[in-house]
């Protein structure tokens, strides 16, 4: 038996999110379908992140346990054309030890979500980007966003149906910037609840286009209270771009694929 680590590349519309589900297709049922049809084993991918119906990955990291003898370039490959048409890639195929879990050996997860800052409708972007067509103050976003640094209780941020057995998450890194047209944010933690990434970035939305002075996020925050919440961002702009193991602990750009940074 095999341990290969795989990195994988989706465009999140058609599917209900990651994890394998009843009422509809997911990310892992495409890729443990390519797998069996591949070795004829019946297979389960463990992944670093249960990412939402509609969410994105550029470099989500999964692995999967094989009996037959397959170098990770072929079964890269085969995977691959196994996968099409569904819009799942594996951008990335390496043999690991068998201790090492895509879920339990994270040690961080970052994601970016992407805001196109314009009056004109979407074309290219639509569905891969939020389109908010009021000037948002990027600045001012960033300056919000460091009150919701450190170790605290997310309460106000944490959907209904979070399944994790406490609100209390330690965020490393929420950073704004503008880029042209887009307002882009990115953020790091070990985890996070359900929902809590959209709920920050719409709260911040509020803060950038003037509803919300800046102090206001420091206080949702304290409040602990989900009716404190301003408003949810979409999935459409939400991607999953990096996790971090011990191996690369001091650089989480060393998965993300070439030319992706955080």
Known sequence: MTRFALTLEFDGRPFMGLQRQSHGPSVQQAVE?????????????????????????????????IEKDL???????????????????????EVVPDDWHARFSCLGRAYRYRIVNRRAPLTLDRGQAWLVQQPLDAEAMHRAAQALIGHHDFTTFRSAHCQSASPVKTLDRLDVCREGEAVIVETEARSYLHHQVRSMVGCLALVGLGRWPEARMAEVLAARDRQALGLNAPADGLYFIGAKYPADASDMNARLPTGQVL
């Not at 084993?41 to 939402?52: K, L, N, Q, S, V």
């Not at 170098?71 to 195929?93: D, S, T």
């Open 33 to 65: 379908d390519a797998a069996h049809a591949v070795t004829g084993e019946t297979i389960i991918m463990h992944a670093a992140g249960r990412t939402d119906a509609g969410v994105h990955a550029l470099a989500m990291r999964a692995h999967v346990d």
């Open 71 to 93: 170098a990770p370039f072929r079964l890269q490959e085969a995977l691959n054309a196994k996968l099409r048409p569904a819009p799942v890639a594996v951008i990335g195929c």
